[in-house]
């Protein structure tokens, strides 16, 4: 305890004596234990990684959201009402005049306007997600205007279904920045970028960054200015804790309050411990395997389908993954709109050695893997390293901190990518999108994971970009249950397991919400 207090009062610049052993956390501060090595940036038009958006979701507020328990109710945020053209191009949106930003500045539609345009401006690599929209750097300031400090006109290029563009939006690149505060920082046209990436923010939200130590801890302070129900915490205080074990102790030894990646062991141990309590929430994350199709091995069907026969799914789940996975072998996560149960593929070895024969491929073959040094992905990579080698496939497995790892998958300077996959917002077509679209069919000509792994979708592409187009929703689910099956089979992702979430937390938490993306979960409800 003496440690936290320490760190805290560091980080703050507060005076916490710290010679005094506490019973527990501070009463105001919320301690969170998490993996947020990835973390490269926090502004909000860049951001990307699991812990930045996680970040970035307590601090910035977008124009729409959506029930936590039940997201298919879109709901206001900074827009209070909207309508939509008969075309359904043409949205306008009317802004809450409750809004203000923490600089005490009120949210109108010219900070929108300044917000939208700048991630189409910035060319993140998340910036697709508005992008898709038919937006680039030469059209997005015609398509994305103010007419006035409370109207918000956004024109698309295309028709799709409506709740598409509002998930979208609610997403973290829908983030609306105080642009007031942002152009008094700006230096040689970066659009703040250079001020908000570290140690700044500019939201509306019910927390501000206060200080951000890279691969260390992430501090967030309690907007005092927040124009809704205030925080109920005055901090809440993320460290890079990468370890599972490490996460139970300080939990069981009240270092921390919630713990964000236990394994199965770890809550066991928590069971009968009434001082501690394990929460459960939805989660739409799935952990894959992306194959390099570039590789002279991987470019063999036979190879990649012999792979996915290489898998002891159901082993995993049952074992080194107890309860906190499900198997799952589709694109789309159970409770999405056209999500299906099938699962054509299970551990086989005489079956995988047979398709490497098909494939003319014999004796044994070496490919790399890179993996993300912390847990589950290395207990993954452990196990189906010993079951690929039991059909000659040899694995190296390269473990490396979550920077290099993101890099290397970027880059796809690898062979394989042992991998996690939250969707960006909860519709089909955010997993669709990244996994089954080429760049030549998407609206504003970005990368998808196909790309990536320089896989060819063939009709798989103009397909899953006709299902977010078509209106009739019971046509769209079934469009999507139909792509699903031939991604399964044919794709080089293994599609693995889908996320169970569950959390460890100190009794003393109330009112922690998860959420079904990796960016849902809220920190402002929570109390002790």
């Not at 440690?3 to 501060?29: C, N, Q, R």
């Not at 301690?31 to 699991?50: C, S």
């Not at 939201?203 to 130590?213: A, D, E, H, R």
């Not at 909860?426 to 320089?454: C, I, M, T, Y």
Request: proline share 4%; glycine share 8%.
């Amino acid at each position: 305890m003496r440690l936290l207090k320490a760190m805290v009062a560091a980080i703050i610049g507060t005076a916490l004596a710290v010679s005094v052993a506490f019973a527990h956390t501070p009463d105001d501060t919320l301690v969170v234990a998490d993996a947020i090595d990835d973390v490269v940036t926090l502004d909000p038009g860049e951001v990307g990684e699991v812990g930045g958006v996680l970040t970035s979701s307590q601090i910035y507020q977008s124009l729409v959201s959506f029930d936590a328990n039940d997201p298919t109710r879109i709901q206001g945020l900074l827009a209070e009402s909207w309508t939509i053209s008969p075309d359904g191009k043409t949205f306008t949106f009317k802004m809450n005049p409750k809004a203000r930003f923490a600089s005490g500045n009120p949210v109108t539609a010219w900070d929108a306007e300044f917000s939208l345009r700048r991630v189409i401006h910035l060319k993140s690599r998340s910036a697709f997600i508005i992008g898709q929209f038919g937006f680039s750097p030469d059209n997005v300031d015609d398509r994305i205007k103010a007419l006035d400090d409370q109207t918000l006109v956004i024109t698309i290029a295309d028709t799709y279904s409506p709740s598409f563009l509002f998930y979208c939006l609610s997403s973290y690149m829908g983030a609306i920045v105080d642009s007031k505060t942002i152009k008094a920082h700006e230096v040689d046209g970066d659009y703040g970028n250079g001020w908000l990436k570290a140690q700044n923010s500019a939201g509306s939200g019910p927390f501000v960054l206060s200080k951000w130590q890279p691969r260390e801890s992430i501090l967030l302070t309690r907007n005092d200015n927040y124009w809704g129900e205030p925080a109920k915490v005055e901090h809440v205080l993320i460290r890079h804790v990468a370890e599972s074990s490490a996460q139970r102790w300080l939990l069981e030894s009240d270092e921390i309050d919630i713990a964000n990646r236990l394994g199965p062991n770890d809550f066991d141990t928590l069971t009968n411990n009434p001082k501690l309590a394990i929460v459960h929430g939805r989660s739409g994350n799935i952990y894959y395997m992306g194959l390099n199709v570039r590789n002279q091995y991987l470019a063999n069907p036979k190879v990649v389908e012999a792979i996915k026969y290489l898998v002891d799914y159901q082993g995993i789940v049952d074992t080194i993954s107890r309860g906190t996975m499900e198997v799952h072998q589709t694109l789309v996560p159970n409770g999405f709109l056209g999500a299906i149960a099938y699962k054509p593929f299970s551990f086989d070895i005489e079956k995988a050695k047979a398709l490497l024969a098909e494939g003319g491929v014999s004796g044994e073959f070496s490919l790399d893997m890179v993996v993300w040094d912390t847990q589950p992905f290395t207990a993954f990579a452990k196990a189906i390293q010993a079951t690929m080698a039991k059909a000659g496939v040899q694995l190296n497995l390269q473990v490396v901190g979550g920077r290099e790892w993101l890099d290397r998958y970027r880059n796809h300077d690898l062979d394989i990518w042992l991998g996690l996959w939250g969707p960006d917002y909860p519709d089909p077509h955010s997993n669709a999108k990244a996994f089954a679209v080429n760049k030549q069919d998407a609206p504003d000509g970005s990368d998808s994971l196909a790309d990536r792994f320089g896989w060819n979708a063939g009709a798989l592409s103009p397909d899953a970009m006709a299902a977010v187009r078509e209106q009739d929703t019971a046509k769209r689910k079934a469009m999507y249950e139909a792509i699903q099956k031939v991604h399964t089979d044919s794709s080089p992702f293994i599609m693995m397991f889908q996320e169970v979430r569950k959390l460890g937390i100190s009794a003393r938490v109330k009112g922690l919400m998860m959420g079904t993306t990796f960016a849902d979960d809220r920190y402002w409800a929570v109390s002790k």
